[in-house]
């Protein structure tokens, strides 16, 4: 399990790296507008409140009313971690259809199979390799923004709240991921489903969540939407919440668990 | 018994790509898997490896089951694929050191001593390879370890004549040591140089178990004489061993079958002068219908 980690970290390092130093550079391309934000935040949140409500929710991700675009949560929340989690869900998504379905098609999984590995240990190993994948693009992002606490005094927030916040977007990330692997071990790699359908998953919860919040009919189900679960926003105002992360964090491991129970079934096609 | 299968049956859906096949391969031979594209070599190899699993039958390597014990098997395996692809982003020293950590032994020394004799560079990326290169470099990554049981799917395939013998020599040297080799291949004449025995495999289904020695007899080849003159087939037609003689211009083209005396159809061709003479290998379907057609002769 350990060389399989290993090889799949490697083969990933570069991506890992530049991802991270991308988002990072973004985070403080965000934060460089923050101090004007600030200053005209009276005439940005009149402006806002002409905006339907609706279209507000799709991209504040939560409850709108009273939103002031200027506080640091809300900030931080509609300018990156929402846009991270989707990013980061979509990169997951290419990194497991490569490493178990693509790989399956161009015949590496052919070499790997035949090596003193199980199938159980192999898929541990690139799901720890996921694992990395994420806290590494999330701890450069993180940097980012504990930079800015520095460099602009008008983004003021607790340290240990925006480590919180960035962090705790592992979780979401990780039950897309799970879901992915789940999806990997359980459809012929001949079917071609595992990526579209895993795109599906990302975009449906974003979107449904999003619609659950203005469209009465859709409330219901929202608590089953993974964007119900994870709001950087959220954090940076009240700290973490616990039952969400757990939640998350329960999800996630059930997908693998799955995941992993029945890889050890697939009919691969090596 | 190190290689076991009984009844050993694979369906993709409604195919059927292996059906009842019963091998029984024993330590230190040579056992080659002969049969066309397609005939299931590759199907039978990869459910003995676990990696796809039977749908009828069972397998034992080293008297452990093929699925329980899957990773115990392959530590004492070596396994070259029929398409290899292989990591492009390293070289072959990264790949064998990585080999090594998975295998938890060190065995770089044999792997560059491996590469010496199969004239190969490990320092050199794998990216960009030939096929020939990227079997040299399978072939090393196979042996390296010295495993107790090589299983090489077409190994030979797209290799050099030099390289070809180099690796028929590194065969003999597996087999000395008491090792064991099931080795996969459409080449008849490959075959007939390394193994102790073949199994013969056809649509799905082993149709002969023989020693090299028997095959080889059930074998035949097609000889092409050309003359200085129109040929003729007086003189040739009852001889042992000669049949399906055809004339054509200058040209006298006839089977030859394995144990027949060449020395014989020699000497009678000497009567007239000859121009050219050609022999061609059997293809393995013409071999296949010489041996089903013995088979039945022999059967009541």
Redesign the interface.
């Given at each position: 399990m350990?060389?399989?980690f290993?090889?799949a970290a490697r083969?990933a390092r570069r991506m890992m790296l530049w991802t991270g130093i991308i988002f990072a550079i973004y985070g403080l391309f965000v934060m460089a507008f923050y101090p004007s934000m600030v200053e005209q935040s009276e005439q940005l949140d009149e402006l806002l409140e002409s905006y339907p409500k609706e279209m507000m929710s799709m991209f504040y991700g939560g409850d709108v009313e009273d939103l002031s675009v200027s506080e640091p949560g809300n900030y931080v929340n509609s300018q990156f971690t929402l846009w991270v989690v989707l990013v980061m869900g979509a990169l997951v998504i290419a990194q497991v259809f490569n490493s178990i379905t693509n790989a399956e098609r161009?015949?590496?999984l052919?070499?790997m199979?035949?090596?003193?590995?199980?199938r159980r240990a192999m898929l541990l190993g690139r799901f720890a390799n996921t694992a990395l994948t994420i806290l590494v693009v999330l701890t450069f992002s993180l940097l980012a923004f504990v930079a800015s606490t520095f460099i602009w005094p008008e983004f003021d927030v607790s340290i240990g709240r925006l480590v919180f916040a960035f962090y705790g977007a592992f979780f979401p990330v990780m039950v897309i991921a799970g879901f992915t692997y789940l999806l990997a071990a359980v459809i012929p790699s001949s079917k071609r489903l595992v990526g579209p359908l895993a795109y599906l998953f990302l975009m449906g919860s974003y979107l449904i969540h999003a619609f659950s919040l203005f469209i009465d009919e859709l409330s219901p189900i929202r608590p089953l939407m993974l964007f119900d679960y994870y709001n950087a926003g959220e954090v940076i105002r009240h700290g973490v919440n616990i039952g969400d992360t757990v939640i998350l964090g329960a999800v996630a491991l059930v997908y693998f668990t799955l995941a992993w129970w029945l890889i050890d079934h697939k009919?691969?096609g090596? | 018994m190190i290689i076991q299968t009984q009844a050993l049956t694979h369906r993709y859906g409604k195919f059927t790509a292996i059906e009842d096949v019963n091998l029984q391969v024993e330590q230190g031979e040579i056992f080659g898997f002969l049969g066309p594209n397609g005939a299931g070599k590759t199907t039978t190899i990869?459910t003995i490896?676990?990696?796809?699993?039977p749908s009828e039958g069972a397998i034992t390597v080293f008297g452990l089951d093929s699925r329980q014990d899957?990773?115990?098997i392959?530590?004492r395996?070596g396994?070259l694929?029929s398409?290899?692809?292989?990591?492009e982003?390293w070289t072959g020293v990264q790949y064998i050191h990585?080999?090594e950590?998975?295998?938890k032994s060190r065995f770089l020394d044999e792997a560059l001593r491996l590469a010496d004799r199969l004239d190969y560079d490990l320092k050199r990326s794998l990216k960009g390879m030939s096929t020939g290169m990227r079997r040299k470099m399978g072939i090393i990554a196979a042996l390296a370890h010295k495993p107790d049981l090589l299983i090489l799917d077409e190994p030979t395939t797209g290799l050099d004549p030099l390289m070809q013998q180099a690796f028929h020599e590194l065969m003999h040297e597996v087999r000395a040591e008491g090792r064991t080799v099931f080795l996969s291949s459409h080449n008849l004449p490959e075959v007939e140089h390394i193994c102790n025995r073949v199994a013969i495999i056809r649509t799905g289904r082993v149709e002969a178990v023989e020693t090299v020695s028997d095959l080889t007899h059930v074998a035949f080849r097609w000889l092409t004489l050309t003359f200085d003159q129109p040929a003729t087939a007086d003189g040739f037609i009852g001889m042992q061993g000669i049949r399906d003689i055809v004339t054509d211009g200058y040209d006298l083209r006839m089977r030859v079958n394995g144990s027949t005396d060449i020395d014989a159809v020699i000497k009678q061709a000497a009567a007239y002068t000859v121009r050219d003479l050609s022999i061609e290998q059997p293809t393995l379907e013409e071999i296949f219908l010489t041996y089903y057609g013995k088979k039945q002769e022999a059967e009541p």
């Open positions: 350990t060389a399989v290993r090889k083969d161009d015949g590496t052919d070499v199979m035949s090596l003193p590995v199980s009919e691969l090596v | 990869r490896l676990d990696f796809i699993r899957s990773v115990a392959r530590r395996i396994y694929p398409e290899l692809t292989l990591w982003n990585w080999l950590s998975v295998r």
